[in-house]
């Protein structure tokens, strides 16, 4: 960083930590509704399992770790909690307190690097700050934010959760600035450090990886016509490296698990492929016709690209219906990058404006606005204070149920919604039959499961609850009532399982019933024509859930006893014949090994998702089950590694 622009750089970072300040002090908020919990509870389990996290057993009936999210804010959280003695919620808070504060600062270098002035890269930076142009082309997003003075970035990331995301928005103009130096320099250097800062955008979010691949797209239609093909290059170069570098991270098995599931989470999406990719190409293209026009223009490069990114996104996030049609998935949440695109083009107009008046009339113009400067800094000040406020965790329902559940369910599974299964595991490794991000779900049961337990179809779909939560391995059922603190009570009429399952606890609302007093372990003895062999059918519905429920409790087979002994390690004992299988209520993710007396065995998937194993034992047999990884697993740490080589002699060379 140049010396001249320290001091911009340490002002804007000043300014917006005097907003988010709050955030540095917080262990809880009182944004229960928030999503954050479980991003809290990925840094809370990370912080207190280093070096054994490799299997993830607390959501969806276990996964890959690479599986629950981009893992770079939770492991930053995790290291910040396990380095400076803090709880996760602190560290958490501190972590998305600094990257929030860094976003304006990383964007004035950006604008000095793609060649503005820095007066209006900062006034673009103090924009950013300061308005969130969004509310000006969304009214959905104005009264949200109660008004047009508020502040937008800061509302989403703390009110709904986004941290992940908004720190992707934060390292987003660090990766244009990079590749702007990498098609000036044309040094390894300068391409190995680009590529290294978009690997970090890749491990930290998805909607932020998408709202890059936008922005690197505006950056390469910016560019002057002579020097496109060399920004292509040195774009796609860094890509390549960049996924190298973040492949361990987020190896193939992970990214074909993510996009297998997108169509069933987004909707819009699903909904807009089916005319093909027309529309998105259309917009593509109108974008690349729009950059070619504007190099005709005296616009400077800060500006084509500021108008770039603000005309595509802006489309985008504007005609985005989650239910009905969508460019990209979940594409509405990108309302907040094109307010980069926005504020660039702010700070230049203002700008020049202020160049173009008098100089005698400079004073003038800068006391008019002192005072809607201050207003705004309180009005920022305003909205950091209505949503970063401490709570009194005891007087939470999803504090106290998830203690209680903690201290009597012994590790057992519990099936628990709305805000109460987002903050669960923020507080203990209590495991959940659903949890947080279904992108990562491999067990196709799970997709129908919670609309079958939650809706209230008459007594016979409350019955049915028994059968799906048992074939399920769920011991306990969480029902938020009418009382409870619970920001979302999805599940109907609570009071109808009065009855259907004894009560085990009642507080703040919530009533814990028990599911499966009989039923203790994850493991079942079953008959080879008792397993669900796999089918073709879309979805998994009650029939072939009450065939597994009737092998589970079937008097002719022999008890299992599960028992883990650490993460991705289990041993199973029961008395077998030679041709017993074992179903395993446990995500049946390729990579399992089953070993009997240390010979593999087979393990094998069924139609419910889970593992089914072939013991061929007979008498008293013990299974070890271990999960070393996704077969693919050891290639994604080859590339990474290799990868991490590559850049390090491309830093260290100084060859063109």
């Known amino acids: 960083m140049a010396r001249s622009n320290v001091p911009p750089f340490l002002l804007l970072l000043a300014l917006n930590l005097s907003v988010c300040w709050r955030l540095f002090k917080v262990e809880f908020t009182d944004q229960f509704g928030s999503i954050e919990g479980s991003w809290i509870g990925l840094a809370r389990y990370l912080s207190r399992h280093w070096g054994d996290a490799g299997w993830w057993p607390i959501w969806h009936c276990g996964m890959p770790f690479q599986d629950t999210y981009v893992p770079l804010l939770h492991v930053a959280a995790a290291a910040t909690a396990t380095l400076g003695h803090l709880s996760a919620g602190r560290a958490y808070h501190g972590?998305?307190?600094?990257?929030?504060?860094?976003?304006?600062?990383?964007?004035?270098?950006?604008?000095?690097?793609?060649?503005?002035?820095?007066?209006?890269?900062?006034?673009?930076?103090?924009?950013?700050?300061?308005?969130?142009?969004?509310?000006?082309?969304?009214?959905?997003?104005?009264?949200?934010?109660?008004?047009?003075?508020?502040?937008r970035r800061l509302?989403?990331?703390?009110?709904?959760?986004?941290?992940?995301?908004?720190?992707?928005?934060?390292?987003?103009?660090?990766?244009?600035?990079?590749?702007?130096?990498?098609?000036?320099?044309?040094?390894?250097?300068?391409?190995?450090?680009?590529?290294?800062?978009?690997?970090?955008?890749?491990?930290?979010?998805?909607?932020?990886?998408?709202?890059?691949?936008?922005?690197?797209?505006?950056?390469?239609?910016?560019?002057?016509?002579?020097?496109?093909?060399?920004?292509?290059?040195?774009?796609?170069?860094a890509a390549v490296l960049a996924y190298g570098l973040a492949c361990y991270g987020v190896p193939p098995s992970s990214a074909f698990t993510v996009g297998g599931n997108v169509g069933a989470m987004h909707r819009g999406f699903s909904n807009s492929l089916k005319h093909g990719p027309v529309w998105?190409?259309?917009?593509?293209?109108?974008?690349?016709?729009?950059?070619?026009?504007?190099?005709?223009?005296r616009l400077p490069l800060v500006a084509r690209f500021g108008f770039l990114y603000l005309g595509l996104v802006a489309p985008m996030a504007v005609t985005a219906r989650v239910e009905s049609f969508e460019l990209l998935p979940q594409v509405g949440r990108l309302h907040l990058e094109l307010e980069m695109g926005a504020c660039l083009l702010l700070g230049c107009a203002a700008w020049a404006v202020y160049t173009r008046i008098p100089q005698w009339a400079h004073p003038l113009v800068?006391?008019?606005?002192?005072?809607?400067?201050?207003?705004?800094?309180?009005?920022?000040?305003?909205?950091?204070?209505?949503?970063?406020?401490?709570?009194?965790?005891?007087?939470?329902?999803?504090?106290?149920?998830?203690?209680?559940?903690?201290?009597?369910?012994?590790?057992?599974?519990v099936y628990a919604t709305g805000s109460t299964a987002f903050w669960l595991n923020?507080?203990?490794?209590?495991?959940?039959?659903?949890?947080?991000?279904?992108?990562?779900?491999?067990?196709?049961?799970?997709?129908?499961?919670?609309?079958?337990?939650?809706?209230?179809?008459?007594?016979?779909?409350?019955?049915?609850?028994?059968?799906?939560l048992i074939a399920l391995g769920v011991q306990a059922l969480v029902v938020n009532g009418p009382d409870s603190t619970d920001e979302y009570k999805d599940i109907q009429h609570p009071q109808r399982f009065d009855g259907v399952f004894p009560v085990l606890h009642r507080e703040h609302g919530d009533t814990?019933?028990?599911?499966?007093?009989?039923?203790?372990?994850?493991?079942?003895?079953?008959?080879?024509?008792?397993?669900?062999?796999?089918?073709?059918?879309?979805?998994?519905?009650?029939?072939?859930?009450?065939?597994?429920?009737?092998?589970?409790?079937?008097?002719?087979?022999?008890?299992?006893?599960?028992?883990?002994?650490?993460?991705?390690?289990?041993?199973?004992?029961?008395k077998l014949r030679k041709d017993d299988l074992v179903a395993v209520q446990v995500a049946g993710v390729p990579g399992w090994k089953a070993l009997v007396g240390g010979a593999r065995k087979p393990v094998m998937k069924d139609a419910l998702g889970?593992?089914?194993?072939?013991?061929?034992?007979?008498?008293?047999?013990?299974?070890d089950l271990t999960w070393p990884g996704r077969p693919d697993l050891p290639f994604a740490a080859g590339i990474s590694l290799l990868s991490l080589l590559v850049a390090a002699v491309m830093i260290r060379t100084t060859v063109p």
Not at 386 to 413: F, M
Not at 442 to 465: Q, R, S
């Open 95 to 151: 972590v998305i307190g600094m990257t929030y504060a860094l976003g304006a600062p990383t964007l004035y270098l950006m604008a000095v690097r793609l060649g503005a002035n820095r007066g209006a890269a900062f006034l673009s930076a103090l924009c950013y700050s300061l308005f969130s142009p969004s509310v000006l082309f969304m009214p959905d997003v104005a009264r949200d934010v109660g008004g047009y003075w508020f502040a």
């Open 155 to 237: 509302q989403v990331m703390t009110v709904y959760g986004e941290g992940p995301h908004v720190s992707a928005m934060t390292l987003l103009p660090v990766v244009i600035l990079a590749l702007q130096n990498a098609l000036d320099r044309r040094t390894r250097r300068a391409l190995a450090l680009a590529a290294i800062w978009m690997g970090l955008v890749f491990l930290t979010n998805i909607p932020g990886t998408m709202a890059l691949s936008l922005a690197v797209f505006c950056w390469i239609c910016a560019q002057p016509w002579k020097r496109q093909f060399a920004a292509w290059r040195i774009a796609a170069t």
């Open 280 to 297: 998105l190409v259309l917009v593509l293209g109108c974008t690349l016709l729009v950059g070619y026009l504007l190099q005709r223009t």
């Open 366 to 413: 800068l006391a008019l606005c002192f005072a809607p400067l201050i207003f705004q800094v309180t009005n920022y000040r305003t909205s950091a204070r209505t949503s970063i406020r401490p709570v009194d965790l005891k007087t939470r329902s999803e504090y106290t149920t998830a203690i209680w559940l903690d201290q009597n369910l012994h590790g057992g599974r």
């Open 426 to 468: 923020a507080f203990t490794d209590t495991p959940q039959l659903i949890g947080c991000c279904d992108q990562g779900m491999a067990v196709p049961a799970l997709e129908n499961a919670p609309f079958k337990i939650n809706t209230d179809a008459g007594p016979m779909y409350t019955e049915a609850t028994r059968g799906w």
């Open 512 to 574: 814990i019933y028990q599911v499966t007093p009989q039923v203790t372990t994850l493991a079942h003895v079953i008959r080879p024509e008792e397993r669900l062999a796999p089918h073709p059918k879309v979805s998994v519905d009650y029939p072939d859930v009450l065939k597994y429920w009737q092998a589970m409790v079937n008097p002719v087979n022999p008890p299992a006893e599960f028992t883990w002994l650490r993460n991705g390690s289990a041993r199973i004992r029961a």
């Open 610 to 623: 889970f593992l089914v194993i072939q013991p061929e034992c007979e008498g008293d047999c013990t299974v």
